[in-house]
Structure formats: C-alpha cells, structure tokens
C-alpha cells in the first residue's frame, strides 16, 4: 500500500463514504480507486491534481498539501536502467539505503539527518 492510497482510502472511511461514491464523484471506476488505495495501481489519473478539488470537497479532512506531497512521494521510483546507469559508489548507496529500509533500522535521527543532507524535511510529510 502507498501513503498516498492509504490517506485517502483513511479518510474516505473516517467520513463513512463508500469507495463506489467516491470513485463516481472523481469520475474513475471504484475499481481504479480500490487499486489505488491498496497501492496496486499506477495512480496518474488520481495523481492529476484537477481531480483533488473535488476530492477535497467530498472529503473535507484531505489536504492539498498532504497530497502533494504523497503525490510526490508515489511518483519516486528507481527503476533498473536508472540503477545500473548510477555510478559504482551511487549504485552501492542506494542498495545500502534500501537495504536499511527494509530491515527498519535506522533511527528518528538518522533519518533527519539523511532527509536534512538531502534538502528535504521530514516535517513535509506532516503538514
């Protein structure tokens, strides 16, 4: 499941509206948007942002703030060509950071400290 599916799929039910009303209202079929909530499909119609108006109106407690930046979030992807073509020591890092992902275990620190060398702020992803 992705942050972005997940939020809506959260507040949709927080204000007991059905995946079917919503899907209808944003014009896309509730199965698109099942998919989308569960992180299994490509969101780009959801993603465009002239559909998060009426999100928003529908769903009061959804922010445009908070959904662009899981937008952004969802948008991330390193693909195999984009992997191999990194140098060495890029190739290395990256493994190294997916590596910590997965086994979660870097600290609240280490991952300010990594989100402040990168130039952005784990307090985005709050707002």
Do not use: C
């Amino acid at each position: 499941m992705t942050h972005f599916g997940q939020y809506i799929r959260d507040e949709r039910t927080r204000h007991r509206i059905s995946l079917r009303r919503l899907a209808d209202a944003l014009g896309v079929s509730h199965v698109f948007l099942g998919a989308i909530e569960r992180g299994k499909g490509r969101p780009r119609k959801l993603l465009a942002e002239d559909k998060w108006d009426r999100l928003i109106e529908l769903v009061p407690t959804i922010t445009r703030t908070r959904l662009r930046r899981l937008a952004e979030l969802s948008r991330v992807r390193l693909d195999d060509d984009a992997f191999q073509s990194l140098p060495l020591d890029g190739q290395r890092a990256a493994a190294a950071f997916a590596r910590k992902i997965n086994e979660r275990t870097l600290s609240d620190s280490e991952i300010s400290g990594l989100l402040r060398l990168l130039g952005t702020s784990k307090d985005a992803d709050e707002e």
